[in-house]
């Protein structure tokens, strides 16, 4: 984790540094468990392909939590997140072999706004194809 | 085919769901975050907060609670497994933390087609069983044609 950052520490444009975060099959099921979604088509390859997908697939919300993680990050612990939001554009295909996909994420602040709050702009890549797109978080910051 | 009389459906509130430190610390190592205001409440309130916090995503898994029930409602004619994720949106009032008790209240705001897929967009509101407001979820999901 960073150092707290401020509000007036923070220069619009500023870029944020790329991190890239793992995703493997023993994640999906996890990540199953975790948040109660057990759609086949994160865990059973078999329906995953009758259904016409290429394999089984990162859940969004999964590719989303790593986005929220690398804004945590970076925001620092008395930073908050008021608003978050992406679209997704790409599947995160994972393959059942022990290296799994990656998520790359990296950030740019868009804009300083009222209220000590910051929006980051936010770009998550998995196999060279963005998988998030109108990716943005508001953080309240110090 | 999804039933497009459920445009404007307003569900009933979930069962209050009782927010606890070991499902917030499940869903951080879930994710893979090592972040301590997710598990240690010293860490936690060192940071400001009362308890331990839970990542912005896990307002999923209670909105989730609202929505899935909604999107299974058999009038609907959602087919789950050609289901993914379209757009997710959330915005707080705070962090939802350890010991709240919240409920979501679903609204199914938007049906519309896209091409040959189909789009919905729900509207989440999840508050403390008090009446306070903690976050709004927007969710839009995309049946694919088969």
């Known amino acids: 984790m960073s150092d707290q950052i401020t509000y007036d520490g923070v220069e619009a444009g500023a870029q944020i540094a790329a991190v890239s975060y793992p995703v493997t099959r023993l994640g999906l099921v996890k ?26 697939i990162a859940h969004g919300m999964f590719t989303m939590a790593q986005a929220g993680r690398f804004v945590t990050d970076w925001a620092g612990p008395a930073a908050m997140v008021t608003e978050f939001g992406v679209r997704f554009s790409s599947m995160v295909v994972v393959p059942d072999d022990d290296a799994g ?18 929006a980051i702009a936010l770009t998550a890549r998995s196999a060279g194809t963005k998988v998030l797109t109108r990716a943005r978080a508001v953080v309240r910051l110090p | 085919m999804i039933n497009r009389e459920y445009i404007g459906r307003v569900f009933p509130a979930s069962e209050p769901y009782e927010v606890c430190r070991v499902k917030i610390a499940e869903f951080a190592n ?8 997710y598990r240690d409440v ?12 839970a990542p912005p995503t896990f307002a ?7 929505s899935g029930a909604a999107l299974a409602d058999p009038g609907l004619g959602l087919n789950y497994a050609m289901v993914v994720h379209g757009e997710e949106r959330f915005e707080y009032a705070r962090p939802i933390m350890a010991g709240d008790v919240v409920t979501a209240q679903v609204t199914l705001t938007e049906i519309r087609d896209v091409g040959r897929n189909v789009m919905l967009t729900t509207s989440t ?12 979820a927007v969710s839009t999901i995309v049946e694919r044609s088969a």
């Not at chain 1, 975790?34 to 259904?51: L, P, T, Y």
């Not at chain 2, 509101?125 to 709004?136: F, K, M, Y």
Request: hydrophobic share 45%; charged share 20%; aromatic share 4%.
């Open chain 2, 30 to 37: 879930a994710i893979g975050d090592s972040n301590p205001v």
């Open chain 2, 60 to 66: 999923i898994v209670i909105s989730m609670a609202g």
């Open chain 1, 101 to 118: 996909a990656s998520i790359e994420v990296s950030g740019q602040v868009e804009e300083k706004l009222d209220g000590n709050r910051v």
């Open chain 2, 42 to 53: 010293a860490a936690a309130r060192a940071a400001g907060h009362a308890d331990v916090i």
């Open chain 1, 31 to 56: 990540y199953c468990g975790a948040s109660g979604d057990f759609n086949v088509i994160h865990w059973n390859e078999r329906i995953a392909r009758a259904v016409g997908l290429p394999d089984v």
């Open chain 2, 125 to 136: 509101e999840i508050r403390t069983v008090a009446g306070e407001r903690v976050c709004t």
